[in-house]
């Protein structure tokens, strides 16, 4: 596996336990731990693309 993908797979479980604990405190934490999720998911989704691409050519 590329290093990329294992990078993304250590750090996925990292920012659902994130998010998880942040549910278990405050309403605003939980909303900022989301959107820090969506952010750190859109990086991942944008890297792996762009991974496919220079792959494919």
């Known amino acids: 596996m590329p290093r990329l993908q294992v990078l993304i797979w250590f750090l996925l479980p990292l920012f659902a336990l994130?998010?998880?604990l942040t549910f278990a405190g405050w309403v605003s934490g939980?909303?900022?731990?989301i959107l820090f999720v969506?952010?750190?998911?859109l990086v991942i989704i944008v890297a792996a693309i762009a991974t496919r691409q220079r792959a494919q050519s």
Do not use: Q, R, V
Request: proline share 0%; glycine share 0%; net charge neutral.
């Open 38 to 41: 969506a952010l750190a998911a």
């Open 30 to 33: 939980a909303i900022a731990a």
């Open 18 to 20: 994130l998010a998880l």
